[in-house]
């Protein structure tokens, strides 16, 4: 099930967008409910908040290469799967 359906309130915040040469960042932000099954964890309803972002390569006016880095572990700790540390 993909992210949005479990997590079906949670409202995408666009942060920082910023260009460079053939490069573009963009760093975002997601808050939303645990409601539904996700890669097989059952829903908790856990509010949590996911952060990541992209780096984009343009070239003759369409991305070509997409990177990502999204904060996987910060997720599990929320809706604990996995401890947080400490």
Do not use: C, N
């Not at 949670?10 to 932000?29: F, K, M, N």
């Not at 908040?49 to 369409?62: N, P, V």
């Amino acid at each position: 099930m993909s992210f949005r359906a479990a997590f079906p309130d949670g409202p995408l915040s666009t942060g920082d967008r910023i260009a460079e040469g053939d490069q573009v960042a963009h760093r975002w932000t997601v808050h939303g409910t645990h409601q539904r099954d996700f890669e097989g964890i059952p829903a908790t309803d856990r509010p949590v908040t996911m952060i990541g972002s992209f780096l984009y390569r343009i070239a003759s006016g369409k991305v070509v290469q997409v990177r990502a880095s999204v904060d996987d572990l910060g997720l599990l700790q929320q809706l604990g799967v996995v401890p947080a540390p400490g």
